[in-house]
């Protein structure tokens, strides 16, 4: 298996946005996140190696690419942006890998749309848009269709002031919900209307398994 330092090592050379749309809330995942949680993944769950792995709203492929290079056996990376897929799909042929998938389409139609893909993945992983005050629940809807993919787990971040909401309604869908973290999420200054170079907000890595 991979070590943490050497993944690391690995997703600083992905490339990010060239120009984030707001309207879909696009930020990166800091490397240092992505890299303990796929880390994390697969040490302490067993959830990457030989498995095939969905990655919902995948972006430029941080969380994606991270996920073959620990072992995953196949990847699809699933996404609504044209631009994020191009980016996305040049990240993989830097990384040599070419076990990956990628598809446009909307994450929240995914399910509906495309039911060959019902229970089709072991595991997903996915860093949802947190949702804005017009936009609340957008993390929730995608997490709804990331378990209904999922044969085994789902692996997502969700601000941690939510924590007690998102634990509710996954034990209203039955699900069983393992905070494995508290992590400082810097979020730098993406859009013209930030008035700080960066914000720290307080995320939860957080596993969800089928009982």
Known sequence: MMKLKELEMWLQDVKGFEAPKIQLEQYETPVHIAARMIHTMESSFGDLEGKVLADLGCGCGMLLIGSALMGASATFGFDIDRDALEICRGNLED???????????NVKDLAVQYSR???????????????????????????????SLSRSAVYSLHKSATRAHVTKKAADWGVKVQVLAQLRYNLPSTYKFHKKKSVDIEVDFIRFSHK
Not at 95 to 105: G, K, N, P
Not at 138 to 145: H, I, K, P, S, Y
């Open 95 to 105: 990384a040599e890998i070419t076990s990956a998938e990628l598809l446009q389409m």
């Open 117 to 147: 893909f019902l229970k089709f993945f072991d595991t997903v992983v996915l860093n949802p848009p947190f949702g804005t005050k017009q936009n609340q629940g957008t993390d929730l809807e995608f997490l709804r269709v990331a378990l």
